[in-house]
């Protein structure tokens, strides 16, 4: 959760390097996370179960659909929706995101999906993908629309604005597709001092 009440957990050196390893390429053993940063095998693997534990470690695989990868999805739009005064994030993720149907929508049509707020109401944006233009029109105004309005009311939704993508500059802080990426992972002459871990300038 955002806010500024969350309690900070700052990485010690060696869960840093741990962290920096696993960046670079998240499938790299503990055995070689120990070769790279001399940090002892068991600790490393103590070290990092303790980060998954803790929520601090998330591992992803994905697949890319896009023109610059399969070519499957051409369309890719940012939808920001403003809902009306009174909806609230536990309404709308009790309505929506546990929804079975919901679910599956999310799966083949959004890439990415984010609650926010603005000026005291809810916020949901949204980067849907699909194969055209029209099928990606078709898919948020014909199925994922009627979806919020039949759960959240048909005045639910105060305004819509919406933002044609066309390139995918950089992922989770440290991933830049057309820059540092190949063969599925950040490239290895990739400089460590390029990869962002938790050091804010200011901050341990």
């Keep these: 959760m955002w806010g500024e009440n969350v ?35 068991m600790t490393v693997n103590r070290k990092r179960k303790t980060l998954e534990r803790e929520s601090l470690l998330r591992y992803y695989c994905s697949f890319n659909a896009e023109e610059s990868g399969s070519g499957v999805f051409k369309a890719k ?47 949901l944006m949204l980067i849907l993908v699909a194969r055209s233009d029209s099928e990606l029109v078709e898919e948020f105004n014909g199925r994922f ?7 959240l009311g048909e005045d639910a939704i105060e305004d819509v604005i919406v933002a044609k993508i ?3 500059l950089r992922r989770h802080h440290n991933y830049l597709p057309h820059v540092n990426m190949k063969d599925g992972k950040i490239k290895d002459d990739w400089p460590d001092s390029y990869i962002f871990v938790d050091r804010v300038k200011g901050k341990m």
């Design 145 to 151: 629309i009627p979806m919020v309005k039949a759960r």
């Design 77 to 123: 739009q940012l939808y920001m929706l403003k809902f009306r005064i009174g909806i609230t994030k536990k309404e709308y993720l009790e309505a929506l995101e546990y929804d079975k149907k919901h679910i599956v929508f999310n799966a083949s049509c959004i890439s990415l999906s984010y609650l926010g707020e603005k000026s005291g109401r809810l916020m």
């Design 7 to 41: 309690k900070e957990r700052y990485l010690d050196e060696q869960e840093h390097a741990i962290v920096r390893e696993l960046i670079k390429n998240p499938r790299i053993s503990d055995n070689q996370i120990s070769k790279n940063t001399s940090v002892p095998v």
């Design 166 to 168: 066309t390139q995918t």
